[in-house]
């Protein structure tokens, strides 16, 4: 069309423009678009270039870089600063040396203020001045009745800091004086000898964000928009305009000397080379030949008899490609830190792809024998993708701390730092800061945001504000949707990454700018785990995980009582006792396979052996559930349903998992192999496979996918499933090499629960909290298979539970009569450590005589007296208690001077405690009883309702409509399963698994979220041995409960 | 079997066993009985806008949350109830109605109660925040016995008043009021009985903080009864001797004097003309005259008035009204007397006036002027006297033409220019500077002007002189201003402020003149 074309030909005659002054949204609450949007309007907009200024910050920089080569427009790094003393300007990076005195600057100014903010006076800046950038001075116009006036101080003092290097920044946003503005500004510049260059102050990518933008400024400043006046902008411009629109703001020339500038900013993110930490190597060796050094030793202590062929073939390979790859550092940088925790005896685990490579289980780095795992891992680093290799280490969750200062120590806080999580809006926090800065009152938000369950998904936001009795139709809910849709995935604030590390051999801040976390004597950098990744960073995880305290702790207790030391490699392999408990779902406590969703899988699929577990763990995940590979899978695996594979390169890749597509890794070679993606394209699918849900962006690789299927010969039915199963991983896939590491975690403890049951529980209480079941539910489990659990008393209870052995035993039949396990003074909710510490230095030197000698000698508080009544640790010193309570409010606050209490008091007509007070009580302080369950002391009041218990259910035929009750143990949702809700339900038979649909779900939230006691009425399942009611009506019977305390409304 | 120490005193020693005198005797000196009034929905009930058919509840702020005060009943029925977070009533009842718990007002509103409880009875007490005590033996006889009275009293309780209510009679305050509190409309007349009617009674209403009864609880104890076997000293050091003295009070162990309510004073003045009058110089003569009465009513009492009430009877009409209101409280009767003449001018008496009265109520305390301590002595006094006769000023000019008829101009930070300022009729503070640069005459409404060659033209054309000023704001009031302001001139030499719509119609607009 000519319109078009004459709008082409004028675009070429417009003056050429780059936007020097934008800030994303990463300068938190301020800038109002994603780096991204900025970078693909610029484009659009035909800008020569964009400089992403944010805040004394780069956190938006790496993706603005890769939007930036994806969009074919350069990006300028940036920052924007405002002094002390309110004098603002902006830096930019002109090669990699300016970048790392920018990134230097920023660090500094972060690491002197508290979290979130900086502190930047001029002395600082003179200090650690950053060499090469280019200034660019930001005019303050205070006056606001007259303009004109400026203090020009300021900006001298910039052209002294960086001479040659600095303009004046001329920014008109028809304010009504613009005209004034600018001759300001050039008579300021002609008598400084500044040059002026035009900028926007951009703040969002296009207008319509206006709305947001000030919606953000009410957040930040915690007014309600309406009382906000002249702190919001008072128009819209702050966004990318045309360049039509900025010809005509702006003389010619200021536009061109953006162009200029620009010129002059070379740098980009691809030159930044990482370089390894180099201490770790001896003189005398490379990386490389020290890798190979210290692989070949662990490979004779791993086979003293002599390294298999097939792991030496292995060996070889990978050592090659590491040395290619130049990433034996990376090795080294990982076995050092796995060295110094073993030294510690702190246990680990390394997982991830290349964790599981030959070399890591020669390194100690994990216990995945290559030869046990028939190799699978080869393709553990891609040569092309360049990309790191991946390993997580996870560490007891209580000791990690220990690592995390022994790398601070070994590199120093210059070197080391933990990667950024950006934490960014969600469904809740959003309605909660837009509802209050569209001016609802708290009340109202609070309303709104406890309505957005936390199971629903943001497209059923507006539905969910519709049910719960707000107007779709009311402009405020109208303009809060809106507004909500926009900021949601929105930066809030930088966090730290559960445990990535990030550790370089000259300092980090000169790579990125490294901030404070609020955690004191931590320090974060700004960039998130993808950033690292998308620049090719190094970065370790360090991760927490309970089950190895628990572990580690359970094999010690062992160890002391059968007097060997039993250590995790001691472990026999392949024990058929352990099998035959896990397809029992015999599995409460044991590593990951012990969730409920996990428990009613084990029976159908009956693991037998190692492969099996890594099966069962990858399976039971949202992915493949999602993707409807469960059934088939275990269609296939129970003989009903023949493998068929479409070739011989399909059968390579899923022939070990019957043909059903499980792993992460399973996908990515699928589309290798069946579809002809090269491995770096294999990579973007899984990348986008994790955030399409989010994003979408999965669409582009239907068609190739399709296609390239198509061409290799397999059927189109054949190439939608494998799509649609891709589809259905999501987020969720689960990779291969994490589930194999797992596996192994699942059979140590598994065997430990099958043999050691009392030291096993043991040790899972002294690791609290962690896994899925409560004290109550393990102390339960351990009871059913025989333990005998002692209560807490406070004459006897160590801080930790411990094992107990008969008072006539001697030391050497420990090894062969049972422990009992005496419940510890950390189950006392409430009970200060202090306090704990003090009982039981005390009692060493003496034991107690009475309630008032424990607290006095003890010191201890009114409140950790109370704990102790409550949770009737007291009994052998007070009796009942109702006593013990009595007693204790008695005490004396005054510590004598003699320790014998001033006088005695007799006994008391105090009630005695109900069974049901005790039970309820008992609930209340320690979360578990030893005595009856609480709901055998109901049965009668249940059996009149005609429900059922949960062992009669399994008398029942299929299908029968049944009404069951329990105590509500467990609410999931696993984010695969479509908004059903899963509860586990106990009463003193056991545990009865409810499934709720989601129309029931939302229809009785109420009951579902509330109810303590609920009753269910529905229809019996089961199958394979697994039991469900699909619930069909609830009830919340929680008042019941209330009645065991006989009349009294405290429960809670 | 639990044992007795030696040392264990006996609880809650019955009284000693007075040998009892003859009959005669005990009627000369009779047991007081208490009649305990509860008003468990005033904080809710005293709102009398209050729908019947919707469930509300008042609400109180405990530890920086919103919590139920008071549920009405159908609120109770949903499941809402005291103590429970404001959220969670929603949860329950999505239409709930709220209401803040507003204390004055209750506080109001009981001595109202007791006002009209005082003929019953001289010996009324205000239990705070929502019971009263009425001492009720010496009104048997007037009122044919106690049961008659008591129907009286509920009588005019549900048809005068509409709360809710829970009473009790006992022979001492505390036990009426606790049964009363506990909803049980026990009538005992002997002290020996209160020991087996309270004990029923659970600890839960027991006036002691929430901590003390979870700790008494967790002893086992749930009765009063329970307490009763408690040994005293161990009551006492546990859970404080208030405790014990409060159950000794209510089983009438000890004495417990009370206060009595005391009808609030008003000030009232009554004159009575001995023949009609239709001057206002004589009308305002009297009132002067009474509202010196006023001046030295106050002057006694150390007290000063808001506002007064003069009303003027006729034979005929109702009384006519005149509220004499000042902006700080005074006892000045010159300037009252000011301020009712500038009334009076206003008004046109329909009839001739017979009688007036004055009243008076809602006193505050006399707080003399301060003055600053640098600007003494006198010569400065009068920059500080200004500021107060402007305000003297301002309230004769508002009694003479009307308080309706001044205005105030207020700058409102608003990038929107209709709104950067606001009329109001209280008489506010200074105002800011207005910090825009518009001119101070706006039009009461943009006016459109009509366009020639794209451009605006008002009785001849236009030329932009300033601009674009663009304004884009107020999209969450519902009133989105989106424009580009300009200073304009016309052939007349007039300067104008235009504005040119940022819609597709790009309509021009006058806003308005600079002088």
Redesign the interface.
């Known amino acids: 069309m000519g319109c078009s074309h004459d709008a082409k030909s004028d675009r070429a005659r417009l003056p050429l423009y780059a936007e020097l002054h934008c800030i994303s949204n990463y300068s938190f609450l301020r800038g109002a678009s994603f780096p991204e949007e900025l970078i693909e309007r610029a484009a659009r907009l035909g800008y020569r270039a964009l400089a992403i200024t944010d805040e004394c910050s780069l956190s938006g920089v790496v993706r603005a870089h890769i939007a930036a080569k994806e969009h074919n427009i350069q990006l300028i790094i940036g920052s924007e600063f405002a002094l002390q003393d309110g004098v603002r300007f902006v830096l930019f990076a002109t090669d990699r040396a300016s970048y790392g005195y920018l990134s230097r600057l920023i660090t500094v100014a972060r690491r002197q203020a508290e979290k979130g903010g900086y502190y930047l006076t001029r002395k600082i800046v003179e200090q650690h001045h950053p060499e090469g950038c280019l200034a660019l001075w930001l005019p303050e116009f205070k006056d ?1 009745e007259r303009k004109q006036a400026i203090d020009d101080e300021s900006l001298q003092w910039l052209v002294k800091c960086f001479p040659q290097h600095c303009w004046i920044a001329v920014e008109l ?5 613009d ?1 004034q503005r600018l001759q300001t500004l050039l008579t300021l510049g002609e008598t400084h000898h500044v040059p002026l260059v035009a900028c926007g102050d951009v703040h969002m990518h296009r207008r319509n964000r ?2 947001l933008q ?1 919606t953000l400024t009410a957040i930040r400043l915690g007014k309600p ?2 009382q ?5 902008f ?4 702050r966004c990318l305009r045309s360049r039509q629109r900025l010809q005509k703001i702006y003389p010619r020339l200021l536009l061109e000397e953006t162009v200029r500038i620009a010129e002059r900013c070379r740098f980009s993110l691809d030159e930044l080379r990482y370089e390894y930490p180099r201490e770790l190597v001896p003189t005398g060796h490379t990386p490389q030949t020290w890798l190979r050094e210290l692989t070949e030793r662990g490979m004779q202590r791993r086979w003293p008899e002599g390294t298999p062929d097939k792991v030496k073939k292995a060996v070889e390979h990978e050592l090659a490609l590491v040395d290619e790859m130049v990433y034996a550092p990376y090795f080294l940088t990982v076995h050092d830190i796995v060295q110094y925790a073993r030294g510690a005896g702190i246990l680990c685990q390394g997982r991830g792809s290349a964790a599981n490579s030959a070399i890591c289980y020669c390194l100690g780095i994990t216990e995945v024998d290559p030869d046990r795992m028939q190799l699978l891992f080869e393709r553990f680093i891609s040569r092309e993708r360049n990309e790191p290799p991946d390993i997580d280490v996870d560490f007891e969750h209580e000791r990690r701390e220990e690592v995390i200062q022994y790398i601070y120590r070994k590199y120093g806080r210059e070197r080391a730092a933990l990667a950024a999580t950006v934490i960014t809006y969600r469904a809740r926090s959003a309605v909660r800061d837009v509802g209050k800065a ?2 609802m009152s708290l ?1 109202q938000v ?2 709104l945001a ?1 309505s957005i369950f936390w199971w629903h998904r943001v497209d059923v936001i507006q539905q969910q504000l519709h049910e ?2 707000f107007s779709l139709h009311n ?1 405020l809910i109208k ?1 809060l949707v809106m507004l909500v849709r926009q900021i949601l995935g929105f930066p809030r604030h930088l966090s730290q990454h559960v445990g990535g590390f990030v550790i370089s051999q000259g300092k980090l801040s000169h790579l990125v700018p490294i901030e404070n976390a609020s955690m004191a004597e931590r320090t974060v950098i700004q960039w998130e785990k993808d950033d690292l990744e998308a620049l090719g960073l190094l970065k370790i995880d360090i991760l927490a995980l309970g089950m190895l305290s628990a572990i580690r702790k359970a094999l010690g207790y062992v160890s002391a009582y059968t007097r060997q030391s039993i250590t995790l490699a001691d472990i026999p392999p392949e024990d058929p006792a352990v099998y035959r408990m896990i397809q029992q779902a015999d599995t409460v406590g044991v590593f990951q396979i012990e969730s409920r969703a996990q428990m009613s899988m084990l029976p159908r699929l009956k693991p037998r052996n190692y492969y099996d577990l890594v099966i069962e763990i990858a399976i039971i995940r949202p992915g493949p559930i999602q993707g409807n590979m469960v059934h088939p899978y275990l269609r296939r695996r129970s003989g009903e349903e023949t493998v068929a594979y479409p070739s011989e390169a399909v059968r390579a890749v899923l022939s070990r998992t019957l043909g059903v597509p499980i792993f992460q890794e399973q996908v990515m070679q699928l589309a290798m192999v069946a579809a002809g993606f090269s491995a770096g394209e294999a990579d973007q699918l899984r990348r986008s496979m994790a955030a399409w849900k989010r994003r979408g962006g999965l669409e582009q690789f239907e068609g190739r996918l399709l296609q390239g299927m198509k061409a290799r010969g397999y059927s189109e039915q054949f190439a939608q499933q494998i799509f649609n199963q891709i589809k259905g991983f999501g987020e969720y896939g689960f990779p291969e090499s994490h589930s194999a590491s797992f596996a192994l975690l699942a059979y140590a403890s598994s065997w430990l629960k099958c043999y050691h049951q009392a030291a096993f529980t043991c040790a899972v209480l002294n690791s609290q909290p962690m896994g899925f079941y409560a004290p109550a539910q393990l102390v339960a489990d351990a009871r059913r298979h025989g333990v005998q659990v002692l209560p807490v008393d406070v004459k006897v209870s160590e801080y930790d539970s411990t094992l107990e052995f008969a008072d006539n035993q001697s030391l050497s039949d420990m090894a062969n009569t049972k422990p009992s396990l005496r419940l510890g003074l950390r189950l006392i909710k409430g009970l200060s450590s202090t306090g704990i510490g003090n009982i039981i230095r005390v009692r060493e030197q003496r034991s107690f005589t009475s309630v008032q000698d424990l607290a006095t000698r003890a010191q201890l508080n009114r409140k950790d007296m ?1 704990c102790l ?2 949770a009737n640790a007291l009994k052998s010193l007070s009796g009942d ?3 013990a ?2 007693q204790v ?2 005490i004396e606050n005054s510590i004598p001077v003699f320790e014998t209490p001033r006088f005695t ?9 109900s069974e049901g ?1 005790n039970i309820v009580a008992d609930y209340a302080t320690t979360g578990l009883t030893l005595g009856r369950h609480p709901l055998a002391l109901l049965r009668d009041r249940l059996c009149r309702r005609r429900i059922r218990k949960a062992e009669e259910l399994w008398e029942l035929n299929n299908g029968s409509k049944v009404t069951t009750a329990g105590l509500v143990i467990c609410r999931q949702r696993p984010g695969s399963a479509g908004n059903v809700v899963f509860v586990t339900l106990e009463d003193e038979t056991g545990q009865t698994n409810v499934v709720v649909w989601p129309h029931l779900a939302e229809s009785q939230a ?1 009951e579902l979220v509330k109810a303590r006691l609920l009753a269910v009425q529905g229809k019996v399942q089961h199958e394979d041995g697994v039991l469900h009611v699909i619930a069909s009506r609830l009830e919340d019977l929680s008042q019941w409960l209330g009645t065991l305390t ?3 409304r ?1 429960f809670c | 079997m639990a044992k007795f120490p030696a040392s264990l005193s006996l609880p809650f020693p019955l009284p000693p066993e007075v040998p009892q005198p003859a009959s005669q005797a005990k009627a000369e000196i009779p047991q007081p009985l208490w009649l305990a009034l509860v008003f468990p929905k005033l904080a809710l009930e005293l709102h009398d806008d209050q729908p019947c058919d919707i469930p509300a509840v008042a609400v109180k702020e405990y530890r920086g949350r919103s919590v139920v005060h008071t549920a009405s009943q159908l609120a109770e029925a949903q499941g809402v109830s005291a103590n429970m977070a404001v959220n969670a009533a929603y949860a329950l009842c999505p239409s709930l109605k709220v209401y803040p718990v507003n204390q004055q007002a209750q506080l109001d509103r009981l001595h109202q109660l007791a006002g009209w409880a005082e003929q019953f009875t001289s010996k009324v007490n205000v239990q705070l925040p929502q019971a009263l005590l009425l001492e009720v033996r010496g009104s048997l006889k007037l009122f044919g016995g106690l049961s008659s009275i008591q129907e009286q009293i509920w009588q005019q309780l549900t048809e005068q008043w509409r709360y809710s209510f829970q009473s009790a009679v006992t022979p001492t305050p505390m036990a009426s009021l606790l049964l009363a509190f506990s909803g049980r409309s026990d009538v005992v007349q002997s002290k020996q009985q209160l020991r087996s009617v309270l004990g029923r009674l659970s600890i839960n209403n027991l006036p002691i903080g929430l901590k003390k009864k979870q700790q008494l609880r967790n002893t086992g104890v749930r009765l009063l009864r329970d307490v009763w076997r408690l040994p005293k000293d161990g009551l006492a050091r546990r859970f404080g001797p208030d405790l014990v003295n409060y159950l000794d009070r209510a089983l009438g162990l000890i004495p417990d004097p009370l206060d009595f309510f005391v009808s609030p004073e008003e000030f009232e003045a009554f004159y009575e003309f001995p023949m009609e009058v239709h001057s206002t110089d004589l009308l305002l003569n009297v009132s002067g005259q009474l509202l010196q009465q006023l001046t030295l009513f106050l002057r006694q009492r150390d007290i000063c008035v808001n506002q007064c009430l003069i009303q003027l009877y006729d034979d005929k009409h109702a009384a006519t009204d005149i509220v004499i209101g000042v902006r700080q409280a005074t006892r000045d009767h010159q300037h009252l007397t000011r301020l009712l003449g500038e009334h009076l001018n206003r008004l046109s008496l329909e009839a001739p006036v017979r009688s007036v009265r004055l009243t008076a109520k809602d006193f505050v305390l006399f707080a003399p002027q301060s003055f600053s301590l640098f600007l003494e002595p006198t010569p400065d006094l009068a920059l500080d006297h200004q500021e107060g006769d402007i305000e003297i000023l301002l309230e004769q000019l508002q009694a003479r033409i009307g308080s309706e008829a001044i205005k105030t101009l207020h700058s409102v930070a608003d990038h929107r220019p209709e709104y950067a300022y606001r009329i109001s009729e209280a008489l506010a503070t200074r105002s800011e500077v207005i910090k825009q640069q518009c001119p101070l005459w706006l039009l009461p409404e943009p006016c459109l002007l009509s366009r020639k060659n794209h451009q605006p033209w008002l009785q001849g054309p236009v030329t932009l002189v300033k601009g674009p000023e663009r304004i884009e704001a107020g999209w969450w009031s519902g009133h989105d201003v989106r424009r580009d302001y300009y200073i304009a001139k016309d052939n007349k030499g007039r300067q104008l402020w235009l504005y040119q719509e940022l819609n597709e119609h790009c309509r021009w607009y006058l806003h308005g003149l600079f002088a």
């Open positions: 606001a946003l028809l304010s009504g004086d005209h206006r709305a000030d928009l309406a906000l006046g002249y702190e919001l008072p128009n819209g411009e569209i001016g009340d609070d309303r406890k719960n009795g402009p303009r109370e009544a409550a208690r109702h006593r309570y009595w409010a008695g008091e007799g006994d008391v007509m105090l009630p005695k405690p007070q109420r006989t009349h009294s405290d």
